[in-house]
């Protein structure tokens, strides 16, 4: 089964989404237009043949663990951790700041993720953290979080996982780094793709 590009041919949706969300005075108007350009960047942005939603996320504050119900992504946090060694990257576990998930070093081609981290989360952060080494250069951090966190989102997608809900938060906390999201549209696709080259999109999801 292959990838297939469905890009939508009005543009100007994605375009009026990300004005809504830098004009946003508040948390909340933020969080919802956020969701919306998810929606959105999803049809804008290749996604995959079968995309199936198993569980839905949990309500996210700042740095929760993120879990998906009660399935277990192993099979997919390995299959990861194969990618970013096939890829040239150096994976790393190690005790990091509370305030950290994962780091990555561009310089270094090292991922490194929190030790502690169960194995959804893992799997999550990884696709966010490769995305972080697959960017395009010269990006602001607002660019290259809402960058990495996109990517993360097409991962998770092909995987067979809606994580909007985490997702739009997490880009409503970067809100000022959206215009990335129509600059970048073609290069996060890439990313996407090229984290999930050899996943068997024809395998049915772990239930």
């Not at 080494?133 to 990006?139: G, H, K, N, T, V």
Request: charged letters at 20%.
């Amino acid at each position: 089964m292959q990838a297939a590009l469905l890009y939508s041919p009005n543009m100007n949706q994605l375009d009026n989404v990300v004005d809504r969300i830098r004009n946003a005075r508040t948390n909340i108007a933020c969080y919802v237009c956020a969701v919306v350009l998810v929606t959105v960047f999803a049809g804008c942005v290749s996604t995959y043949e079968r995309v199936v939603t198993r569980a839905e996320t949990t309500p996210w504050q700042r740095w929760e663990s993120l879990t998906f119900g009660t399935s277990n992504l192993r099979a997919e946090l390995d299959f990861l951790v194969a990618r970013t060694a096939a890829l040239g990257f150096e994976l790393r576990w190690e005790a990091l700041p509370h305030q950290y998930r994962g780091r990555s070093n561009d310089a270094l081609h090292v991922v490194i993720l929190d030790a502690a981290l169960g194995v959804d989360d893992a799997a999550y952060t990884l696709a966010h953290e490769l995305a972080h080494l697959l960017q395009p250069p010269r990006l602001t951090e607002p660019e290259s979080e809402t960058f990495a966190e996109l990517t993360a989102y097409g991962v998770m997608r092909g995987f067979g996982y809606d994580t909007t809900v985490f997702t739009a938060r997490y880009l409503a906390y970067w809100k000022s780094g959206l215009p990335a999201a129509r600059t970048y549209r073609v290069d996060v696709d890439v990313a996407v793709r090229t984290i999930l080259d050899g996943w068997p999109l024809h395998r049915e999801p772990p239930r």
